[in-house]
Every structure is written in structure tokens, then in C-alpha cells.
């Protein structure tokens, strides 16, 4: 039988571990570390009725942890938010990337693998740049995408829905007409 909890554990997956194995009663845990394990369980995927049936309370106790929790969380503008949240955002993409190198480092790899895995490290480091500049970090640099640049993969996905669609129907005529029309006036444009 499981017994009022007097000693609480000190961390959280030490209180989870005892609670589960039924060593101590969840009506007994401070409402601080109840709610630090509600995050937890929240975060692992656990709905608030098993949270609820774990801890022996109603669900609705766990729905107010769980609002005290966003209210704790909350995130506000400061000087330094985004800041932070780009030197997380880039240790994470560094971490990934070493992640990526490591299994193309692996003799098994196959070669289509290591084309996939450069492929979405070179989209990491283009995402992280295209953060960088939206909040003024990159400071005298162009803008990563011009106007050129996306106006020819504009062409490009147009051709290949034209193409897609067949040249025999009609919305592929007139996708194909259209594409003709818009690199006429850019050559015009490029031109003059």
C-alpha cells in the first residue's frame, strides 16, 4: 500500500519514478513539484486524465496546473529575447548538422542517404541566415533571396505544373501561354 508522501524526492523524475512504481500517493505531492511533473508527463505526451489518474486527483486540478503553467511560460518582448532565442535556434541547427555528418560518416551510408543529409544541412544553414537577416543581424548583407531568384522559381514551378497538366488541356495551354507572355516582358525588361 502506498503511503502519504512526506519525503518528497527532489527531482522530478526521482517523484515520477516513485509515483508510478506506487511508492508514494499523488495527493500528497506539493503543488510546485505536482506541477513540475504535470509539465513533464504534458510534454511526453500524457493526456490530463491519465495525469489526473496518476496523481489519484480530478481532471480538473491538472487543467489548472496546466493554465498556471502557461502563465509561468509566458514569453514576453525584452532586449534580449530574440537574441536568445537565436543562439538556441543556431546551437540546435549546429547540433543537427554534427548529427547529419556523423551518419554520413558511416561506411554503411548509402550515396542517395549523404545527398539527402548535404541537401538538408545546406537548408539549415539557409534557414538560419534567412533568421538572421529578418531581425537585422546580418548587418550590410543582401538580402538572401532577390527578386530574380524568386521570380525564377516562380517559372520553374509554373513550367512544371504546365507540364504536369499536359499540353493538350486547356488549363495547361493556358498555364503555358502565361509563362510565355511573363519571359517575354522580362526579356523586355532586362533589355531596355
Not at 548538422?97 to 539549415?124: F, G, H, Q
Not at 513550367?159 to 497538366?165: C, H, S
Amino acid at each position: 500500500m502506498s503511503k502519504p508522501c512526506k519525503n518528497v524526492p527532489r527531482t522530478t523524475t526521482q517523484l515520477l519514478r516513485d509515483l508510478k512504481a506506487g511508492k508514494i500517493v499523488g495527493k500528497g505531492v506539493p503543488i510546485e513539484s505536482r506541477r513540475e511533473c504535470v509539465q513533464w508527463l504534458s510534454l511526453e505526451g500524457l493526456s490530463n486524465a491519465e495525469i489526473a489518474d496518476l496523481f489519484q486527483m480530478c481532471e480538473k486540478t491538472i487543467r489548472r496546473d496546466i493554465a498556471e503553467l502557461r502563465r509561468k511560460n509566458a514569453i514576453y518582448p525584452s532586449q534580449t529575447l530574440a537574441a536568445e532565442m537565436l543562439g538556441e535556434y543556431q546551437l540546435q541547427i549546429q547540433a543537427s548538422i554534427k548529427r547529419l555528418r556523423r551518419v554520413c560518416r558511416d561506411s554503411r551510408a548509402n550515396p542517395s542517404d549523404l545527398i539527402a543529409s548535404e541537401r538538408v544541412i545546406m537548408d539549415s544553414l539557409d534557414q538560419l541566415l534567412l533568421r538572421l537577416h529578418s531581425v537585422g543581424l546580418t548587418n550590410g548583407m543582401e538580402s538572401p533571396q532577390n527578386e530574380s531568384a524568386d521570380l525564377a522559381e516562380l517559372l520553374h514551378a509554373a513550367t512544371v505544373i504546365g507540364t504536369e497538366l499536359g499540353e493538350d488541356s486547356e488549363m495547361g495551354i493556358q498555364v503555358i501561354a502565361l509563362l510565355e507572355s511573363i519571359r517575354s516582358s522580362i526579356d523586355k525588361g532586362n533589355a531596355a
